[in-house]
């Protein structure tokens, strides 16, 4: 999605979002955290591992008919292949470098911020996991807000 105050154009239907996230719990609450965001639709598809979602994003195997995603909600700490390098992958691959990318982590956001630096990619932005449910709420109010304005 363009940001339509920037004269862009306007998002048509839900935004559609991947999640990857290895803990149900986490991919819960931040289901939790997107659907519970007033006058923003989304389309929300998890994948539980870096393998699977360069899969997915590069629309291999199964993901062959897939969408490309608006946006990727992504954990760094993942089984197969880490976050870091799904990063590295969608911003090497021409048609994956306009995705917008949020990292969460369970690390404060300094030392995500460093280590993502630490191999010369970047995200959009970086969150730390919500605890509390009102950190939850908050967590669906930040995403919104940054999807909207990158």
């Given at each position: 999605?363009?940001n339509?105050a920037?004269g862009?154009p ?5 935004v559609?979002?991947?999640v990857v996230e290895d ?9 939790y ?5 007033k006058?923003?639709p ?7 591992d ?7 994003l ?18 760094l700490?993942l089984?197969k ?5 799904v990063?590295?992958?969608m911003r ?5 470098t306009?995705?917008?990318?949020i ?18 990619i970047?995200p ?8 509390g449910l009102?950190?939850v709420?908050?967590l669906g ?5 940054c999807y909207?304005?990158i």
């Amino acid at each position: 999605m363009n940001n339509p105050a920037a004269g862009g154009p306007v998002q048509i239907g839900p935004v559609q979002i991947l999640v990857v996230e290895d803990n149900r719990v986490d991919a819960t609450i931040v289901r939790y955290a997107l659907e519970g965001q007033k006058d923003w639709p989304v389309e929300l598809q998890f994948v539980q591992d870096g393998e699977e979602a360069i899969h997915y994003l590069e629309k291999r195997y199964k993901y062959a008919q897939v969408g490309t995603p608006d946006l990727v909600i992504l954990d760094l700490n993942l089984p197969k292949r880490d976050g870091v390098e799904v990063l590295r992958a969608m911003r090497d691959h021409p048609l994956l470098t306009s995705v917008k990318v949020i990292v969460l982590s369970s690390s404060p956001v300094d030392v995500i911020e460093r280590r993502v630096r630490s191999v010369d990619i970047q995200p959009d932005r970086c969150f730390t996991k919500p605890i509390g449910l009102d950190e939850v709420i908050e967590l669906g109010e930040k995403i919104r807000h940054c999807y909207v304005s990158i």
